[in-house]
């Protein structure tokens, strides 16, 4: 099976903490992706990456980075998190276009 | 703008009972769509995907309808059981790599 591996099921940061979240996949899929989920909003794309050290922003990458230095490994960084950036985090990737992703089981991080 | 919406945000079922999760979605372009499903704690788990060029598709007790003459997307569970409860939400592709996703409806199988 396909696996996608965040590395912190849950995180607390202090506001203007410098955070990594850290993703893994193990299939060789050449597009990965960081959403954040929110309650009523759905899921809500931050950035995704379609080969290694390219990156493309998505729809609210304010605030956030990302780093994708080898294929398997894709981090979402917050530069200086604040409250508004508290939500489970989930990492995908993808191998299709059309196959749909694989999710990693998400990273609940609270910002005090 | 483009959405994809549910229009019940919890459902509750009997055991045993077939279930129906509704989604209306706007973009008239839209050529593939997927439903999830997302246990607590988990992250969302692929359950089965229909293309524009189709209107039905089957999968193990599962089966997603799609009419797009008004852009609705349905997935009917049969035989819900207790594992089934979980939230589930569609997906809607709006161009390479990306999707618009519903914000969920939660299904709670009643025993």
């Known amino acids: 099976d396909v696996k996608v591996t965040q590395s912190s099921r849950y995180l607390v940061k202090r506001t203007g903490e410098k955070v990594f979240l850290e993703c893994v996949q193990d299939?060789?899929?050449?597009?990965m992706f960081w959403y954040r989920q929110d309650p009523g909003l759905g899921l809500r794309l931050i950035y995704f990456s379609y080969d290694v050290k390219m990156k493309e922003k998505g729809d609210i990458p304010e605030g956030y980075s990302v780093s994708r230095e080898k294929k398997e490994r894709f981090s979402l960084i917050l530069e200086s998190a604040s409250t508004n950036q508290t939500s489970m985090y989930l990492c995908?990737?993808?191998?299709?276009?059309?196959?749909?992703?694989?999710f990693g089981s998400g990273t609940r991080l609270t910002v005090v | 703008g483009e959405s994809v919406g549910l229009h019940l945000p919890t459902l509750s079922v009997q055991e045993g009972d077939n279930s129906i999760i509704n989604c209306a979605y706007s973009n008239s372009a839209s050529d593939y769509f997927i439903w999830y499903k997302q246990e607590s704690g988990k992250g969302p788990q692929f359950i089965i995907d229909i293309r524009s060029n189709m209107d039905k598709r089957q999968g193990q007790r599962v089966t997603v309808l799609l009419n797009k003459t008004v852009k609705h997307l349905s997935l009917q569970i049969a035989a819900t059981q207790p594992g089934d409860s979980a939230v589930y939400f569609c997906?809607?592709?709006?161009?390479?790599?990306?999707?618009?996703f519903g914000t969920g409806t939660r299904l709670k199988v009643l025993a």
């Open positions: 995908a990737s993808s191998e299709f276009r059309r196959r749909g992703y694989t």
């Open positions: 997906a809607e592709s709006v161009g390479t790599y990306k999707y618009i």
């Open positions: 299939m060789d899929h050449e597009n």
